[in-house]
Each structure stands twice: as structure tokens, then as C-alpha cells.
């Protein structure tokens, strides 16, 4: 069955450094979300992705964050200069249709000294 | 603003009794509502979505209630096993197609 897959699943990173995410959708799939769960809190909505742009953010995407599909398969989410507070588990999900429901990825843990 | 709550204390149940979690919202009315399952460490997995218009909902061992007076779900795992302990997520939805807004989750521990 296909899912989605991150890379890498632990990133370790010092403050003020640029990280990148990366997600590959399942194949078919039009629609990209990235979401964050901070330790012991919930999962909360950052970016959905539709037809190479924006759709919606939320409060927590700012500046620093941006979203890309560089190419037919890869979603990645970047961090400019990250702080202690990004440090969480970052989810991609994605969907075929407005219809279905959101397949989530394995997330990846990202640690910021 | 709009609030969603799951009932913050873990439950525990013995295996083989029927596992019943809640979940409010308030200030908005949701078209849909999806149940999800994460087990720690991993992302959320999908297990049910009910509409507005749909009083219950069942898939195997699995059902869920969706009662717009109330502004309430309920979610059933009948014949609970050890395997079902998880931690698991409603979302309440406006639309279909939009981002995903989830409750805190309920823990469910189940005990042989």
C-alpha cells in the first residue's frame, strides 16, 4: 500500500540554523499539508499545498517558514533560522482529492540546542 | 473561538469491555467529523468519518455518534484489545477539503 514518506526521521539542529524537511507524497496526490505536535501537545495545522502554491497557513507559519515542491515528487518544508520553540515532531500529509481523507507521514523529529 | 475537547485523562479498560471516548466542540458546526488513531512517535491514522447528516457510523469494532445538538462525538471500540491502546484524535470539519483542526486526544490503555 503506498504512504507517505519523511526524510530524515531525527534532525538535531543549533539555533539560528536553516533546516529543510522532506515529505514524498504518495503518487497521486494533489493535495500537501505540513503539521506540527509540539511534545505532549496536539497536532496543529501549519500549510496546505495545492497546484504548486499556498492554500492556507496558520498563525504559526511565519516568515521563517516556507513550503516548496521542487519537483513531481517531493514536498519539503523549511525553517530559516530555527529557534528552541520549533522543536517538535513535523508531520506531511496529503490527500488524492477534495473527497478523501489526509494520509499522514511517519513525521520527523526535530531537535533545536 | 472555536474549541475542541477530548477528555484529557488516559482510560483504562480491561480487554474484551467496549471503550468510549468523547469529544465536544464549540463555537462552530462542523459538516464532518474524523476520528484518528497515533500511536507515539508516529503521524495520525485515518479510522472513521460520520457527516453531519449521519446519526452513527461503524467499521468492524469501531463506531462513532455524531449529535449536532450537542455539539458532541462519541467514539466506541467494542470487544477492546490490547492492541487498540493509542492515543486517539477527532477532528471536527467545516469542509471536506480543508486543514485537519484536532482535539487533544484521549489515551486508551488497554489491559489483558
Known amino acids: 500500500e503506498p504512504e507517505v514518506t519523511q526524510t530524515p526521521s531525527h534532525q538535531v539542529t543549533q539555533m539560528g540554523q536553516e533546516v529543510i524537511l522532506r515529505c514524498v507524497p504518495i503518487?497521486?496526490?494533489?493535495?500537501f499539508y505540513w503539521y506540527r505536535q509540539i511534545l505532549g501537545q496536539k497536532v496543529e495545522f501549519l500549510v496546505s499545498?495545492?497546484?504548486?502554491?499556498?492554500?492556507?497557513k496558520s498563525e504559526i507559519f511565519d516568515d521563517q517558514f516556507s513550503v516548496e515542491r521542487p519537483d513531481g515528487s517531493n514536498f519539503t518544508l523549511k525553517i530559516r533560522s530555527t529557534k528552541l520553540e520549533d522543536s517538535a515532531m513535523y508531520f506531511c500529509?496529503?490527500?488524492?482529492?477534495?473527497?478523501?481523507?489526509?494520509?499522514f507521514g511517519p513525521g520527523t523529529r526535530l531537535t533545536v540546542l | 473561538s472555536q474549541k475542541i475537547e477530548q477528555n484529557s485523562e488516559a482510560l483504562n479498560i480491561q480487554e474484551g469491555k467496549t471503550a468510549t471516548l468523547t469529544c465536544n466542540y464549540t463555537?462552530?458546526?462542523?459538516?464532518?467529523l474524523q476520528w484518528y488513531r497515533q500511536d507515539p512517535g508516529r503521524g495520525p491514522v485515518f479510522l472513521l468519518l460520520i457527516r453531519e447528516n449521519e446519526k452513527e457510523k461503524r467499521k468492524e469494532r469501531l463506531k462513532v455518534t455524531f449529535d449536532t445538538t450537542l455539539k458532541q462525538s462519541l467514539f466506541h471500540i467494542t470487544a477492546s484489545q490490547p492492541a487498540d491502546s493509542a492515543t486517539y484524535l477527532c477532528?471536527?470539519?467545516?469542509?471536506?477539503?480543508?486543514?485537519?483542526?484536532f482535539g487533544a486526544g484521549t489515551q486508551v490503555v488497554v489491559t489483558p
Open positions: 477532528a471536527p470539519q467545516t469542509d471536506s477539503w480543508g486543514k485537519l483542526q
Open positions: 499545498f495545492y497546484n504548486n502554491e499556498i492554500s492556507e
Open positions: 503518487s497521486n496526490h494533489l493535495y
Open positions: 500529509a496529503s490527500r488524492p482529492n477534495k473527497k478523501d481523507t489526509q494520509y
Open positions: 463555537n462552530y458546526s462542523p459538516a464532518y
